[in-house]
């Protein structure tokens, strides 16, 4: 029996091991090309860093950085916030509107990308450019409202949010201030968690910022995709620091929930 055993967790540990060559191979091929200038043979030639060191000095690069994180960083605070005045109702005041909510976080699953990007330029096709980006963000704040609502909801719905504010308004205290100060705060790895999930989503869009952002507005999918117009190995480089900026964000996602689960037990 024990021999049987043995066997099956080896065989278990095959299978994951080729799974995550099977994942990894991919994304260390181009971590390699990008360490080096030239790989037109078998091998690659020339080991250098220089393609990491021209990105850091690009001007370019960095300000599509920044706008990256700009597009990233406001809907999902926007997001945030509403979706978190709409729990109050939710939890407290009108909890029978739960079903209604929770129909709307479904719908911007059917409508993602070429589709959402395409419906939102031919209702407003004549606006400017600056209007164009107040209208991506506005598009990124519905791409993120079902990740962010689900997240939300389970972070208060796991704290008992309605238990404390009931306990709360007992102690004489006004619901909402409850809501603001003792639910949102207990509850606030998780939502911090859910909204760095969000972030990541909103990293690897290419389609919606393509084709609804105005004039000068990118963000590192489309520096990517022109960068391998003109240097393969620069373009490498560019998915090499997308990569590490999801690892470490869905790292420290990681941490926080670990941290939180560790915190009940």
Known sequence: MDAAKKTRCVTSEIILLL????????AAAVCANSLFEH???????CLTLNNYAELFSDKEFI???G??????LIPTAIMSILILL??????????QTERFI???????????????SLSVMSLYGNVSNDSRNVLLIGT???????????????????VDGSAMIENAVLLGASPFRAYLEIVVPSAG?????????????????????????????????????????????????????????????????????????????
């Open 63 to 65: 300000r599509v950085l």
């Open 140 to 158: 990124y704040s519905i791409v993120v409202f079902p990740v962010l609502y689900q997240s939300i909801k389970n972070s208060i719905t796991s």
């Open 189 to 265: 790895r998780n939502i911090l968690a859910g909204a760095m999930l969000s972030v990541t989503l909103l990293l690897g869009d290419y389609v919606i910022v393509r084709n609804m952002a105005g004039r000068g507005v990118s963000n590192l999918q489309v520096y990517l995709y022109q960068s391998m117009k003109s240097s393969p190995s620069r373009a490498s480089a560019v998915f090499v620091i997308i990569l590490i900026l999801t690892i470490l964000i869905t790292s420290a996602v990681q941490r926080l929930s670990k941290y939180t689960h560790e915190k009940k037990l």
């Open 67 to 72: 706008q990256t994180a700009a597009l990233s």
């Open 86 to 95: 709409a729990m109050y109702a939710l939890v407290f005041a009108k909890p």
């Open 39 to 45: 790989w037109t043979g078998i091998l690659p030639e």
């Open 19 to 26: 799974f995550a060559v099977l994942i990894l191979l991919p």
């Open 102 to 116: 929770r129909i709307l976080a479904l719908i911007p699953y059917a409508f993602q990308g070429v589709v959402l």
